[in-house]
């Protein structure tokens, strides 16, 4: 299945934040077979978040060890200074924060310009409005339900509302954004989400960290 979702189907996007990087081209078989469509890379620079994780050279590692769909979600402060670092380690789609220190519609252009698919991601207390004028000019938008930064914590519902929010202003406008949720998902939770509207679950700790993750993929891929 491609990126994109198709009707009636959800994109299920594990978070590799939750992997265990010292087997990683086996962890990445085992997600892909288990029917990942997506992998989610959370890349943080310990300024825009209170965490530091991986960069361009481990997400090199990461392409040659799989075929899938990768999302790099930026949580950095000057995302713009390491676009064509990020494309050339072979990322299919970026994701940038609306709260970052940059023009956002420069990135964008900057993103899409290597022909490759532009996110914008808002904090759980970042209103919606912050990302209207970007809206029509996205591929994807990304829902936090937690605060960037760590894995493991627990859902927050203002997320729900927000892609409701996305959902109605989608239609209302024609635009064509895919709509995806990052952040203490689980099967209730990301029902939830996918019950608002949106597309694409991202899924970490409840996804990976568990002896039946085959089972826990089906169950967020099977919600509509
Ligand atoms: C948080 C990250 C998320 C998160 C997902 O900053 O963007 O991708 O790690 O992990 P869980 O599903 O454990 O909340
Ligand atoms: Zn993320």
Not at 106 to 118: W, Y
Request: charged fraction near 25%; proline fraction near 4%.
């Amino acid at each position: 299945m491609s990126w994109l979702p198709q009707q009636g189907e959800t994109v299920v996007a594990p978070s590799l934040l939750a992997a265990d990087f010292s087997n990683l081209k086996q962890e990445l078989q085992k997600l892909a077979e288990a029917g990942a469509d997506i992998f989610h890379l959370d890349i943080m620079d310990g300024h825009f978040v209170p965490n530091i994780t991986m960069g361009p050279f481990i997400i090199k590692a990461i392409r040659k060890s799989t075929d899938l769909f990768l999302d790099a979600h930026l949580m950095i402060s000057r995302p713009d200074l390491y676009i064509d670092r990020f494309i050339d380690s072979g990322v299919d789609a970026i994701t940038v924060h609306v709260e970052c220190d940059c023009q956002i519609d420069a990135v964008l252009k900057q993103i899409r310009s290597h022909g490759k698919q532009a996110g914008i991601s808002l904090k759980p207390g970042t209103a919606i409005e912050e990302i209207i004028p970007y809206l029509s000019e996205v591929d994807l938008v990304l829902v936090m339900s937690v605060e960037p930064g760590f894995g493991g914590q627990s859902f927050d519902r203002s997320a729900v509302d927000k892609i409701a929010e996305l959902h109605r202003l989608r239609s209302e406008n024609d635009w064509n954004y895919v709509i995806s949720v990052d952040g203490g998902i689980n099967a209730d939770t990301g029902n939830d989400c996918v019950k608002a509207g949106a597309d694409i679950l991202i899924s970490g700790s409840w996804l990976i960290n568990s002896d039946n993750m085959p089972e826990r993929m089906s169950k967020l891929a099977s919600l509509k």
